[in-house]
C-alpha cells in the first residue's frame, strides 16, 4: 500500500467533511470510539470542541493519550491514523473558542451557517481539545493492485 507524503495527509485531513473517529480511554479501560468535526491548525495539530461532560472530554482529562482515524469511502480507499496527546485548552477564551468552533462548523455545515452552529458549539460548556500528533500514518488507494 502507498504512503502518502506530509503534504498528502493534511490535504486528506482538510478534504470535504470527512469525520474523525476519536479513540479515547474509559474509566474501565475499555475503547471508546466516537465520530467528531475537526480541522487542523498551522502546526498540523487536530483542533475539534466537545461538550465538558461529554465521554470523550472526562476520558481525555483522566488519560489524553488518543487515536484519531480518518478515512475515505470511495475505492481505491485512503486512510490516516494519528496517535497523540490531547490538551484541554482550559485557557481558550470564548473569543477563541467561538473561532475554531465557526471554523469547524463552516467545514461540515456550509458557511452559511458557521456563524449559528459556531455560536451554539462554542458555548460555556464548551471546551477547545488540541491534539498533538506523536505517530502519523496515511495510507492511499489500499485497494489498488
Known amino acids: 500500500m502507498p504512503e502518502m507524503t506530509k503534504e498528502e495527509i493534511r490535504s486528506f485531513?482538510?478534504?470535504?467533511?470527512?469525520?474523525?473517529?476519536?479513540g479515547t480511554i474509559n474509566k474501565n479501560g475499555t475503547p471508546h470510539i466516537v465520530p467528531i468535526w475537526y480541522t487542523l491548525d498551522e502546526e498540523d495539530n487536530i483542533i475539534?470542541?466537545?461538550?465538558?461532560?461529554?465521554?470523550?472530554?472526562?476520558?481525555i482529562q483522566r488519560n489524553n493519550r488518543v487515536r484519531l482515524c480518518v478515512d475515505d469511502?470511495?475505492?481505491l480507499y485512503s486512510?490516516?491514523?494519528?496517535?497523540g496527546i490531547a490538551e484541554i485548552i482550559s485557557n481558550a477564551e470564548p473569543k477563541e473558542l467561538f473561532k475554531w468552533a465557526k471554523i469547524i462548523a463552516g467545514r461540515y455545515m456550509g458557511n452559511d451557517k458557521?456563524?449559528?452552529?459556531?455560536?451554539?458549539?462554542?458555548s460555556?460548556?464548551?471546551?477547545?481539545?488540541?491534539?498533538?500528533?506523536?505517530?502519523?500514518?496515511g495510507q492511499k488507494d489500499i485497494a489498488g493492485w
Open 114 to 122: 458557521a456563524e449559528e452552529y459556531g455560536r451554539r458549539n462554542s
Open 48 to 59: 475539534f470542541n466537545t461538550g465538558n461532560n461529554s465521554v470523550k472530554a472526562k476520558n
Open 73 to 75: 469511502q470511495v475505492p
Open 13 to 22: 485531513l482538510l478534504q470535504g467533511t470527512f469525520t474523525g473517529k476519536l
Open 124 to 137: 460555556e460548556d464548551e471546551l477547545l481539545i488540541k491534539i498533538k500528533p506523536i505517530k502519523v500514518i
Open 79 to 83: 486512510f490516516v491514523t494519528i496517535d
